[in-house]
């Protein structure tokens, strides 16, 4: 079955540095999404991305955040200048068609610590 | 006020009992997801809703969505299910998440 892949499984990183976490979606699937849940907290949805842009993002994803599809397979969420309160669980999902229509596919996300 | 709201919040069975997770919304939906987190973290989507029923081996999701609210149902549950059930409505291009069920079978 397909999967969606997310490198590096865990990344420690000093606070100020700047963080790239990857993601490989599904290859037919055109949304593409980041999630993150801080420990012991809800879920919560970052930003979605379609046709080369952003398409919807949350209070939460301020200017110390970025996404890109730099090729045909990758997206990535940069974080900079990470903060220790960035520490989360950071999730890509991605689906064939807008939400409501077909089902999300979650990677199996990225743990980020700042120190 | 939470948009979504998952009841309750901890669920200890006995292998075999059959479960039921709640979640009620607030706001109006394209469609809703059941989720499933595991102890190391990695999330898997159940089901997606947007009316009526669906099955999936031992899994039953139901939607009313005049009432704005949606079970999961869980026969002879197993050890193995023990995870944390999330609820998650799709708002077009967002999705709310509801804290989760964390769910504990015993044998």
């Known amino acids: 079955e397909p999967e969606v892949t997310q490198t590096p499984s865990h990344q420690v990183t000093q606070m100020g540095q700047e963080v790239i976490l990857r993601c490989v979606p599904i290859s037919n699937h055109l949304y593409f999404y980041w999630y993150r849940q801080i420990l012991g907290q809800k879920v919560e949805f970052l930003v979605s991305?379609?046709?080369?842009?952003?398409?919807?993002k949350s209070e939460i994803f301020d200017d110390q955040f970025s996404v890109e599809r730099p090729d045909g397979s990758n997206f990535t969420l940069k974080i900079r200048s990470t903060k220790l309160e960035d520490s989360a669980m950071y999730f890509c999902?991605?689906?064939?068609?807008?939400?409501?229509?077909?089902?999300?596919?979650f990677g199996s996300g990225t743990r980020l610590t700042v120190v | 006020k939470n948009e979504v709201e998952q009841s309750p919040q901890n669920l200890t069975a006995q292998e075999g009992e059959f479960i039921t997770i709640n979640c009620s919304y607030s706001?109006?939906?394209?469609?809703l997801h059941w989720l499933q987190q595991h102890p190391g973290g990695g999330i898997v989507s159940l089901f997606m809703l947007s009316s009526g029923k669906k099955k999936h081996g031992r899994l039953i999701a139901t939607i009313n969505i005049q009432e704005k609210h949606s079970s999961l149902h869980i026969t002879a549950s197993h050890p193995r299910d023990s995870a944390v059930y999330i609820c998650a409505v799709n708002l077009v291009d967002d999705m709310r998440f509801g804290a989760g069920t964390r769910l504990t079978v015993k044998p």
């Open positions: 706001v109006g939906i394209s469609a």
């Open positions: 991305f379609y046709n080369n842009e952003i398409s919807e």
């Open positions: 999902a991605s689906s064939r068609l807008q939400g409501a229509v077909s089902g999300y596919t």
